[in-house]
């Protein structure tokens, strides 16, 4: 069964309105000062601007224990770019064979842990080594440094943590205090101490829990915090002045508790992305303050992992304000993070590849707003560059209830573009329905970073059967990339282009077909266009950013636990059944007594919810199955029904009141496939079923919510669910 969840939907949507990042990617890549190493990375710490990486070195890569070399490369900031300095550490080992070893900087304290334990300090232009002592036994590669102390991981018999203060009688560091944890399995010198972490007069312990500084050297267990039932930490966790900062689950994110002065936690706020349900991720990082806060999670756009950018509001509540994605010759996944204040350094593949630098603007800019264009009244915003754009009834025998932008010009090459979309970063999707080509080989397509008809990006469906990414600068053409689509004329397709940094990509029927990496053209505007071709563009939506899924699942491996059920309903996953078109696995839901209803995601507010449904029973007149958007509660969402009464309606429930929007006649019956879209976008609902539009409306009351399914006295078949924010 499906556990049922009342409250949580309302309490995410009271939360900070999760806005739509700005895509960053790296300025600089740092290479190893000596080519032959061929790791280089997968240690980095970042102090201002001091930075310490490690790389290895095999002396043979054809001999498994081959001799290696192990390195701590010292670099400095000069003039806005790294500069390698000196070796800092460097030690002797072989293949095969490896210790903890770990990095730290901060308050101009460096620590290695690489062959044992080294301690440098900031003097002047260069860090330098300090004696060190009683450090303990079985130290782990965690290492903490604040209020110039250090703290590690250690013990071969327990999983202690060591505090380490500088001694000016002695004139080195040395241990003062141990935080006892929990027993190891027995004793061994292989054993070695886990994750550690302090900020001020707090620190914590694997298996120790949290200990509180009363004075000198003495540190007293504490109080730790305790999650919400439901809620869970499931990795690091940083500690911030009175904050503390722990990784959670994909449904709520990592979560944020600040320790008031009882010592009691409360559980204050959550970094939290709008695919966190479809794409979990962890916590890497919190800057000094507090803000900005890094998490990183593998992003299905990107097909990589991504860093995102937590920053503070005007309310004291975090924002996902950015989000860093590989460039062109960096690594798909990201292999390692360090920051200090807004300087971040990334590793590639593990530490495979060059390290990526990045320094974040004091103000990370607001992305613009999207933009949408129905034309059911006019086609304010356009500005025509050649071709005869005009609006237009829908063509008889499309479906279309509204009116399109029609292009009908047959005679060279067409474009309008949209104005107030000079941006960076730029989507641009619609429905295109070509109705006329004159030749061979014409085109229908979207552009974005159009500048002049001399220099844009643009996406082509080609009647020669092929789809065709290219750019056009200085008036040169190049192909980046392309694919065979068949194209014919009086047949609808939503075409989708999208150019995030340097990485373009083109969706036919919300289906990825097209990538490629391209830095010539850094801005532009949106753009329709053709050659030699007729056609009908309409519901044309313009982001700042590409789309991003809010949960995908094919009910293979249905992982109940990311579903809400409102009470009733009776749900079976996964079943493996004759779902239409053959055999697969789908979602059942067998009762017909009355109202079911199952949803999912993140609450966000632009957002698009589609899978294919099969009802196969009605139990009476007038029953139903559909597709929810901007679900709140049970007694608030837009829904799109399938109707055993051959009607298709649109509808909105308000505090449990019914309105229609907007309804349609269409054929329907038991054990039949009808492939379900509803849109939600700004202000506009729009209703596909089977790749055709049928339903529009325009409506504010419901800003956001999750998406999901849902049927009254009616049980029904689902396969294939996917919410997405275009």
Same mark, same amino acid.
């Given at each position: ?117 080294? !301690? ?191 920053? =503070? ?32 350094? !990334? ?132 192909? =980046? ?69 809010? #949960? ?34 789908? =979602? ?105 539009? =049928? ?25 294939? #669910? ?5």
């Amino acid at each position: 069964m499906i556990r049922v969840v009342t409250a949580l939907v309302t309490l995410l949507l009271s939360a900070t309105a999760l806005a739509r990042p700005v895509i960053l990617q790296s300025t600089e890549t740092i290479p190893p000062p000596d080519p032959t190493y061929t790791q280089f990375g997968y240690g980095m710490a970042i102090d201002g601007d001091w930075a310490i990486i490690t790389g290895e070195k095999v002396e043979d890569p054809n001999d498994e224990y081959s001799a290696i070399t192990q390195t701590a490369f010292l670099f400095r900031r000069v003039n806005s770019r790294w500069v390698f300095q000196r070796k800092l550490v460097e030690t002797q080992g072989y293949a095969g064979y490896s210790s903890p070893s770990g990095l730290a900087m901060k308050e101009g304290i460096a620590v290695v842990l690489q062959g044992g334990l080294h !301690i440098f300090e900031l003097s002047g232009n260069d860090y330098v080594a300090r004696n060190v002592s009683g450090s303990g036994d079985g130290l782990g590669s965690d290492i903490g440094i604040s209020n110039r102390r250090i703290l590690l991981g250690s013990g071969d018999c327990a999983w202690n943590g060591v505090i380490l203060e500088f001694s000016t009688a002695n004139n080195r560091w040395e241990g003062v205090t141990t935080l006892p944890g929990e027993p190891k399995d027995g004793c061994d010198d292989e054993f070695h101490g886990g994750p550690v972490e302090i900020s001020g007069d707090l620190a914590w312990v694997s298996g120790g829990g949290l200990f509180h500084r009363s004075g000198g050297t003495t540190w007293n267990p504490a109080p730790i915090w305790s999650l919400p039932a439901g809620h869970v930490s499931t990795g690091p966790l940083v500690l911030n002045g009175t904050k503390a900062f722990l990784s959670g689950s994909g449904r709520y994110g990592a979560h944020v508790l600040n320790r008031d002065a009882s010592g009691t936690w409360q559980d204050q706020d959550h970094l939290q992305t709008v695919s966190g349900m479809y794409s979990p991720g962890g916590l890497w990082g919190v800057a000094s303050g507090g803000s900005p806060a890094f998490t990183a999670n593998y992003e299905e756009p990107y097909e990589s992992l991504v860093v995102n950018v937590f920053q =503070l509001d005007s309310n004291g509540r975090y924002v996902h304000s950015g989000q860093i994605i590989p460039k062109a010759g960096e690594n798909g996944n990201f292999g390692g993070f360090a920051s200090s204040g807004r300087r971040l350094l !990334i590793g590639n593949g593990g530490g495979s590849g060059p390290v990526s630098y990045l320094e974040l603007p004091a103000t990370l800019p607001s992305p613009p707003a999207v933009i949408q264009s129905t034309f059911n009244s006019d086609a304010a915003g356009w500005t025509g560059v050649s071709g005869q754009f005009a609006t237009a009834p829908a063509q008889t025998g499309s479906g279309n209830p509204g009116r399109v932008y029609r292009q009908s010009s047959i005679t060279g090459e067409a474009i309008v573009t949209l104005n107030n979309s000079d941006w960076t970063n730029q989507a641009v999707e619609a429905d295109i329905r070509p109705t006329q080509f004159s030749g061979n080989d014409r085109w229908v397509g979207l552009a974005t970073r159009f500048t002049d008809a001399s220099n844009f990006y643009y996406v082509t469906a080609r009647s020669s059967g092929s789809l065709s990414l290219r750019r056009k600068v200085n008036g040169s053409f190049s192909t =980046l990339a392309s694919a065979p689509l068949g194209v014919a004329i009086n047949t609808d397709y939503r075409l989708r282009l999208e150019a995030a940094g340097d990485r373009l990509r083109v969706f036919v029927n919300g289906v990825k077909v097209l990538e490629a990496h391209d830095a010539a053209l850094s801005h532009g505007r949106a753009a329709l266009i053709t050659y030699m071709a007729k056609a009908d563009f309409d519901n044309v939506v313009v982001t700042p950013s590409p789309s991003t899924p809010l #949960y995908a699942d094919r009910f293979n491996y249905f992982n109940s636990v990311d579903w809400d059920e409102t009470p009733t309903g009776t749900w079976l996953a996964p079943v493996f059944d004759d779902l239409g078109g053959g055999y697969s696995f789908g =979602l059942r839901q067998t009762s017909v007594a009355g109202d079911a209803r199952i949803a999912t995601g993140v609450p966000t507010d632009d957002q698009v919810v589609q899978f294919t449904a099969i009802p196969r029973s009605f139990a009476g007149n007038d029953r139903w199955f559909g597709v929810m958007a901007r679900f709140v509660d049970a007694s608030n969402y837009y829904y799109m029904t399938v109707r055993s009464s051959n009607t298709l309606s649109l509808r909105k429930l308000t505090n449990g009141v019914i309105t229609v929007l907007a309804t349609v006649p269409l054929t329907v019956s038991a054990d039949t496939s009808y492939a379900l879209r509803l849109e939600a976008v700004g202000n506009q609902l729009r209703g596909y079923v089977n790749g055709r539009l =049928l339903l529009e409306a325009t409506d504010t009351t419901h800003a956001r919510g999750t998406g999901g399914a849902v049927m009254f006295k009616t049980s029904a078949d689902f396969i294939n #669910y996917r919410a997405y924010q275009p």
